[in-house]
């Protein structure tokens, strides 16, 4: 029996005043596999994964995240969901080890439970001298990192995550890379969107391309580079002549 895909666009459309921002997007990423989210300024990157995250309502089609539909059945769905936004939402007035204290509280986790688990994630990010200080004064760096603790609290299965390296030096950055290598080991299905394609190359099992709206390339960095008619191109130039002026034809959905 096939495995139910860990996430599944259907047909997925949001049109902003009459502007398509996302256009009829199919894709299904596996458990354990790491997709690679591609596309230019204003492609459509954000609002995708917003309407996956269940933040943003599509206008048409569907998301399923491990079987369940992001909008019938949200309490299934986003428990199931860790996001990291491209820009991260902290509660600045509160320390590190209060503000995961307060979102172990609201995934509903015992007061013992939320309490080590913080322990845990603050360890894991390498906050753990930081943890009595207020998020207001800390780096971008390290909100950023406050905001990936946050996102793991509840062991997600699904892992969504906008422009993660943003902001982190060159030792944190391989830290978090590494990190997602070990998730997708355990199973947790990822999708990542980045500008640097050397992270795309590197982490993701796939890659989608998405340019004004549309998923028009959809595979391996080789797979790219022959879809975009240029066997054996870098992940650079296989984007570069994908997001060029004449549209392609869209990918098949995975
Ligand atoms: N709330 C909104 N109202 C109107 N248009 C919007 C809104 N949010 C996004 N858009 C438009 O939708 C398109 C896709 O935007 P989106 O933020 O999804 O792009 P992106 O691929 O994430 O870009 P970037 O790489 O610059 O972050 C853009 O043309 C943008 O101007």
């Known amino acids: 029996m096939a495995t139910t895909p860990a996430i599944l666009l259907e047909n997925l459309t949001k049109t ?67 996001y990291v936004p491209d ?11 209060e503000f995961l204290w307060f979102m172990a509280d609201l995934y509903g986790m015992s007061r013992a439970e939320g309490k080590a688990r913080a322990e845990e994630l603050l360890a894991l990010m390498g906050l753990t001298a930081q943890a009595d200080r207020l998020i207001r004064d800390f780096s971008l760096g390290m ?10 609290l509840h062991r997600p299965r699904v892992l969504l995550l906008d422009e993660v390296t943003n902001g982190l ?21 990822v999708v990542l969107t980045t500008h640097i394609l050397s992270i795309a190359e590197e982490l993701s099992d796939r890659i989608g391309l998405i340019h004004r709206g549309r998923l028009i390339a959809n595979g391996t960095a080789a797979e ?20 060029g002026d004449e549209l392609p034809e869209e990918a098949d959905p995975a």
């Open 16 to 82: 902003y005043g009459g502007f398509p921002a996302v256009q009829g997007l199919n894709l299904s990423v596996r458990p354990g596999e790491i997709f690679g989210f591609l596309g230019a300024n204003g492609a459509g990157k954000t609002t995708t994964m917003k309407m996956m995250v269940g933040l943003l309502p599509p206008t048409s089609g569907r998301v399923r995240i491990l079987g369940h539909d992001v909008w019938q059945e949200p309490a299934k769905a986003k428990r199931a969901i860790g």
């Open 224 to 243: 790219l580079a022959e879809q975009a008619g240029r066997p054996g191109a870098s992940l650079e130039e296989s984007f570069l002549a994908l997001t």
């Open 87 to 97: 820009t991260p939402i902290l509660h600045e007035l509160l320390t590190a080890r």
């Open 169 to 189: 030096d060159a030792r944190a950055a391989r830290e978090v890379k590494d990190l997602v290598k070990a998730w997708a080991r355990e199973g947790v299905a």
């Open 143 to 152: 909100k950023r990192k406050m905001a990936i603790a946050t996102a793991l």
